[in-house]
């Protein structure tokens, strides 16, 4: 992957985040916001993820995600209303366990992996889980996306939050996944479509409709 293609990636995941929050903060009954939202996360994990597989100095990568989290999460707690850790704990402890698993040690990273269940922070062991997913894109592409498939079926069932399915489509904007693996993208939108009906009482007939008529749209134009 270029760096062209990467700084897509990071626009895309930017501006997807933006639209979420926009939509949590002023108009949390619009549906359409959070399901664009669902796109950025795993894009954020994939940056993640290439960003422990590329620095030589992990610690301090590690300690200025850290030290943002910190630092912002005040602001997180007084815009949100929420006493849990923010998403950017959940990225730097994603990245932990995924900077142990590649160096060897494979019992620390265990214990992170495992730990991140009980931790209270935005995304929690979905988040953590995610980005260590992430970790295996660059060698096994196909055993990323299934694995994430699975956590997004895990994460409805604990959650009932089946919206969050919507972030399998991110995979169209990683390098190889744009013009290729339509079966890929045909189980997602299979998934999708199948799970929707249990989804209504948390989404209502609105997400629904979107599920049902957006993503046929939204894969035609990624293959």
Not at 26 to 44: C, E, M, T, V
Not at 70 to 96: C, D, E, H, K, T
Not at 149 to 161: E, M, P, V
């Amino acid at each position: 992957m270029g760096r062209e293609q990467r700084q897509f990636i990071q626009m895309i995941a930017a501006l997807t985040m933006l639209i979420d929050h926009i939509g949590m903060v002023f108009f949390p009954s619009a549906i359409g916001f959070r399901a664009i939202g669902r796109l950025s996360f795993p894009l954020f994990a994939f940056g993640i993820a290439e960003g422990v597989r590329y620095t030589h100095r992990f610690w301090r990568y590690f300690g200025r995600i850290l030290l943002t989290a910190v630092l912002s999460q005040p602001i997180y707690m007084r815009l949100f209303g929420i006493a849990q850790g923010n998403p950017l704990f959940m990225l730097a402890w994603g990245a932990a366990a995924l900077y142990f698993f590649r160096q060897g040690k494979r019992a620390v990273a265990a214990v992170l992996l495992i730990g991140s269940y009980f931790a209270d922070m935005s995304y929690g062991w979905y988040g953590v889980w995610t980005i260590f997913c992430f970790g295996l894109y660059a060698e096994r592409e196909s055993l990323c996306f299934y694995g994430q498939l699975l956590l997004n079926i895990l994460y409805g069932l604990k959650t009932r939050a089946w919206i969050q399915l919507l972030s399998l489509f991110s995979f169209g904007f990683l390098d190889g996944m744009a013009c290729g693996g339509v079966f890929k993208k045909t189980a997602a939108l299979f998934l999708l479509c199948v799970l929707s009906p249990a989804s209504t009482g948390a989404l209502g007939h609105q997400g629904r409709n979107l599920i049902v008529h957006f993503l046929p749209k939204l894969w035609y134009n990624f293959t």
